[in-house]
């Protein structure tokens, strides 16, 4: 019997595992899919929110301030890219501008600090580009913007080295009370028992919730849709730019990446199906309009690709956090949508020490909170480059032209904790196929090395796991 099942992935999912793996515990987690942030992890905005928008005493109030305090070292400790660039909240109607007064009081009654509202003249001279009807903006300088998928896929690999288990292509089907305690989990792959579970699994927490409780919870997904601009287009704003929020969300934003490209959205959209993420021509339109309202002269000629995210909305607006009265040993982290990056950190860590508690575990005495990630050659010196290929030659051949993505580097990505199993796998671990030509070039070679180290045939390899074959037959040579 485990000790702890963790059932999800996703950036919640592993930054609870991440914090239990200090403890003596033998503990697992359950991914549907083939890799960790497959979900809503994956398809967001990237923005470490300062805590401004929650309502005070919310836990999406709580652990969004909490989370982006701790960011920083969380950032460090796992070699994960973050830049705290700042966020405005422009306001465009002179009627509407008394709201972000009540967004400065908002944002101190949470703790946020250093908010202040910048009038047009000095909101100008910190973002050109900010569209001319602007009246002023609430300004907050401790937001920031990180990369999810880096953060996530940090969490997870630090777990994993400290002890945890990933079993992925793994999903939960159902879950029966056993009578000494805990759970039996059905899963596709077969039992496992638990002494403890936790509920991270997204927009299905509220199918795994109510397997469990007589008290259902809701969960609607609400897809947003994205543009992504080259990085050609990377500082035509520096801070991330905001809309005034409204009920559906904190609206469609214009962000640079911590990567240097340009992103604009989301659109809010609420659907029944959990795993529509097709972009449409519509929502798209909705895009391009929305971030034209706040930041002018944005160039959408350097688009290089859209795509859409779910994100878990609960009926009660609010993160759901704790165990069920009738479900004991079962913790629910549901309805995580926005601010659940920013969130992620402090939540895993009050998840592991009330379990912690319940469990009565131990400290380990050689538990490692740090791991180096993926070496990124593009942003090496030339002497440290030509240090590296000496060391390995594969660091000098370039794979992914784009983004300046070596073999050393993919190989990298296959073999290290938690390796790449799929292009997404690698895309995510060395942005191989996230230039400006979208993989155009590179698929063929990454493919090619995904054969090579893990003898993996050319027809059954995936873009993400699942049926997303990249082949489906093979050319005969004919005489």
Known sequence: MKDIVIIGAG?????????????????????SNEDVCTGTSKANSGIVHAGFDATPGSNKARFNVAGNIMMDRIASELDVPFKRNGALVVCVDASRRSHLEVLLERGKQNGVKRLEILERDALRALEPNISDAAVAALYAPDSGIICPFKLTI????????????????????????????????????????????VNAAGVYAADIHNLVSTTPIHITPRRGEYCLLDRSAGEHVHCTVFPQPTQMGKGILVTPTVHG???????????????????????????IQGAGVNVSNIPL???????????????GHDFILGEPIDAPCFYDCAGIESPGLSA??????????????????????????????VVSTAGLSVEEH??????????????????????????????????????????????AGMGRCQAGFCTHRVMAILHRELGIPMEDITKSGGKSQ??????????
């Not at 000629?301 to 009926?315: C, D, V």
């Open 344 to 373: 992620a950190p402090a939540i895993g860590e009050y998840v592991a020490e009330h379990i912690r508690t319940r469990l009565h575990l131990t400290e380990k005495n050689n538990w490692t909170p740090t791991r180096r990630d």
């Open 386 to 431: 030509n240090a590296l290929v000496k060391r390995n030659p594969a660091y000098g051949t370039i794979v992914c032209r784009c983004e300046s993505v070596t073999e050393g580097e993919i190989l990298d990505a296959i073999h290290r904790p938690l390796g790449a199993r799929s292009l997404d796998g690698i895309k995510r671990r060395t942005r």
């Open 261 to 287: 490209n340009l992103l604009i959205g989301p659109t809010a959209e609420d659907t029944q199906d959990p795993e529509q993420t097709a972009t449409t021509r519509t929502g798209l339109e909705k895009v």
């Open 154 to 197: 940090g969490l997870a690999e630090n777990a994993n080295m400290n002890g945890v288990e990933f079993r992925f292509n793994t999903r939960v089907e159902s879950l029966i009370p056993l009578e000494s305690g805990g759970y039996r989990i059905k899963t596709s792959n077969g039992d496992v028992e638990a002494r403890y579970v």
């Open 301 to 315: 000629r350097q688009i290089i690709t859209s795509f859409a995210g779910l994100r878990a909305h609960e009926n």
């Open 470 to 479: 990249m082949i489906t037959g093979r050319i005969e040579d004919k005489d």
């Open 11 to 31: 950036v919640i999912g592993c930054a609870v595992a991440r914090f239990l793996s200090r403890y003596q515990a033998d503990i697992c987690v359950l991914e």
